[in-house]
């Protein structure tokens, strides 16, 4: 080789493809990197439960590692983890999956996600979603080659999506809806009626819709509806949904995928060689929770609804505006009153009072204006983080 040659090497940052460079790097890992420098903090920012998973959840796991299941399972998952959850969402939303065919049991929601998206997106195709919204939905679809079309929704209308505006994003690329209620990050919940007109909307331009369920058990005072339970919807509807919040299982990485078997598929093909399938610890684990989780799931209900009540009161007391989130464990109040954006407040709290929330616009435009924080945290800690947070707003309100 000529020595100019070996001069002209590439650099190893050159070798990444240009996609991936197009991505931005997540809103909230940046304030997470920041925390972990400093002491003292109380964190709203981390969307994850503070309890630890069930003991006899745990368990189940021990179980499996001592007698000796360290194997593989099935690409699709465990079968008896599949039938219970056939029976699970039977059970609950009346919706029929074959637990041969028509489930796939993955790596979290997070893989769900992306198997579901990358099984249909073909370069160009469009994706709707409304905006503000969870952060992985856009990377997937752009990593896909598709287009990410976000629907704005606002504070007055308790971040809901409309039908209507949806409808209005529609084109011959339109593939898909993606929608994720209850919502991360705004906790928004939508009622049975609204969805049922969303579910018009798809059929009426015959596109897919994926739902993202992961949050379906923490609901307060309100009924979830499934997706895929609404009239002709079973047929066009991926359903995704998980243990990581319900049973506090972050770490365990299980979640599934329902839909028609032609679907499910499809993702299995990509899930096959990128993943292979989820471990059979995790999978044992998440088989315990199905079968004899449902009072652990109440009772970290009840604490959330508590927290989330103390959450809202708190910052609207404080003269943040912030609407009663039916869902999840996330409130979105609005930061406007100080007259700082989302991310200068965030980053503010966290340096003078040691609190850390993530900016709204780490989800998306609509978010602006407006910080998340997970009441996923103990009662004492919420407490002083709103007194902090109080002290705060009063230094700063009219000032900026
Ligand atoms: C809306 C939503 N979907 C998916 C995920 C990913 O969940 P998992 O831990 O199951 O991968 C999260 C996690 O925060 C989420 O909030």
Redesign the pocket.
């Known amino acids: 080789m000529a020595d100019s040659q070996v001069n002209q090497r590439r650099s190893p940052g050159s070798f990444v493809a240009q996609r991936v460079k197009q991505l931005s790097p997540s809103g909230i890992r940046k304030f997470f990197d920041l925390l972990a420098s400093m002491e003292g903090v109380i964190s709203l920012g981390v969307?994850e439960p503070d309890f630890v998973t069930p003991w006899h959840i745990r368990e189940a796991a021990v179980y499996s590692i001592e007698k000796g299941y360290t194997m593989y399972t099935s690409n699709y998952g465990m079968p008896e983890l599949r039938q219970a959850l056939a029976r699970h969402l039977e059970g609950r939303y009346g919706v029929r999956y074959d637990p041969a065919q028509e489930i796939l049991i993955t790596v979290?929601?997070?893989e769900a996600?992306d198997l579901a998206i990358r099984a249909i997106v073909d370069p160009g195709d469009e994706v709707i979603t409304q905006d503000p919204c969870?952060v992985s939905y856009m990377p997937c679809v752009h990593l896909a080659g598709g287009a990410f079309v976000p629907v704005p929704t606002h504070f007055e209308n308790e971040f809901k999506v409309s039908a209507a505006d949806i409808e209005k994003r529609v084109n011959r690329r339109t593939k898909a809806i993606l929608l994720?209620y209850p919502n991360?990050p705004t906790g928004a919940v939508m009622d049975r009626a609204e969805l049922l007109k969303i579910s018009e909307v798809a059929q009426r331009h015959d596109l897919l819709v994926i739902s993202?369920e992961?949050y379906d058990r923490l609901v307060y005072g309100v009924e979830h509806t499934c997706f895929p339970s609404l009239p002709g919807m079973a047929d066009r509807t991926i359903l995704v949904g998980?243990f990581?919040k319900s049973y506090a299982m972050?770490g365990w990485r299980v979640?599934y995928a329902c839909a028609r078997p032609e679907l499910i598929e499809a993702m299995v093909k990509v899930h096959q060689y990128a993943m292979l399938c989820a471990p059979i610890m995790a999978q044992m684990a998440a088989l315990e929770a199905l079968k004899f989780g449902e009072r652990d799931v109440l009772e970290m209900v009840e604490e959330y609804d508590r927290r989330r009540r103390v959450m809202v009161k708190g910052f609207n007391d404080m003269g943040l505006p912030c609407f009663e989130p039916k869902g999840a464990f996330y409130v979105f109040p609005s930061v406007k009153p100080t007259g700082m954006s989302s991310e200068e407040f965030a980053e503010k709290l966290l340096l003078e009072e040691k609190v850390a929330v993530v900016p709204g616009s780490a989800f998306g435009q609509c978010g602006e204006g407006h910080v998340r924080c997970c009441y996923a945290t103990s009662m004492a800690e919420i407490q002083e983080a709103l007194a902090r947070i109080a002290r705060f707003v009063q230094r700063h309100r009219g000032r900026s």
């Open positions: 969307g979290g929601v997070s996600l969870y994720g991360n993202d992961i998980g990581s972050t979640g």
